[in-house]
């Protein structure tokens, strides 16, 4: 089973060519997802510990962390000290339930998944990109967001074009969604010919 990893920063489409994989039957994991449910559970006490006051009825209140990581830029390696490791059990679940299940490819939606050195583990890595005008126009209709968080965002993710860089394959929805969708359905059929070595490498249980 092919193990490949779907990356691209802050408003690029991530989530569109995922929902296309999803149509082809092959499954997906959202590490965005994965650190929201964790927020609503695993995650909360050790968070509301290191940083207090940003649970509120039980859940992490992702406004007043942030507000929080804003105001200690320092806090975000002692949050992802916390939160990485639990995502990355959640991640090899989740890829050796697809490899069980018979699934050919299996696909780690990791929005950091370079700034992680992520990419060490997968057979092959996506990226998904648009023109800066398009990205900024997208995030900006997010509720809440604003010009200067999108460029506090921005500046802890890697550059699109070093993304583009270490790609094994590109996505680019600057065009239509028909475009988009024909980019995907490229690269899956491409995939299904590339050699399967990561899941044995790195994600297999142990014996």
């Keep these: 089973m092919l193990v490949v990893g779907l990356t691209g920063s802050i408003g690029m489409g991530k ?21 929201h449910r964790l927020y609503q559970g695993g995650a909360v006490a050790p968070v509301e510990a290191v940083f207090p006051g940003v649970c509120v009825d039980g859940v992490i209140d992702r406004m007043r962390l942030a507000r929080a990581l804003a105001a200690d830029p320092a806090g975000f390696k002692r949050l992802e000290a916390i ?7 959640a991640e090899r679940a989740f890829v050796q339930e697809a490899s069980v299940n ?29 023109p800066p005008d398009v990205q ?3 995030v900006l209709e997010r509720a809440g967001m604003t010009g200067a968080r999108l460029d506090a965002l ?37 995939l299904r010919g590339q050699p399967a070595l990561a899941y044995q490498r790195d994600w297999a249980p142990a014996c």
């Design 15 to 35: 989530s569109t060519v995922a929902a296309r994989l999803r149509e082809h039957g092959i499954p997906v994991f959202d590490a965005d997802a994965e650190v």
């Design 83 to 89: 939160v990485h490791p639990m995502v990355w059990q």
């Design 102 to 130: 018979g699934a050919s490819i299996a696909i780690l939606e990791i929005p950091l998944l370079f700034e992680g050195g992520s990419e060490k583990k997968m057979d092959a890595v996506i990226v998904v990109s648009a």
């Design 136 to 138: 900024r126009a997208r």
């Design 154 to 190: 921005l500046a802890r993710q890697m550059p699109d074009a070093e993304k583009r860089r270490r790609a094994d394959f590109i996505v680019d929805t600057g065009g239509s969604l028909a475009h988009t969708f024909a980019q995907t359905d490229a690269i899956i059929a491409a």
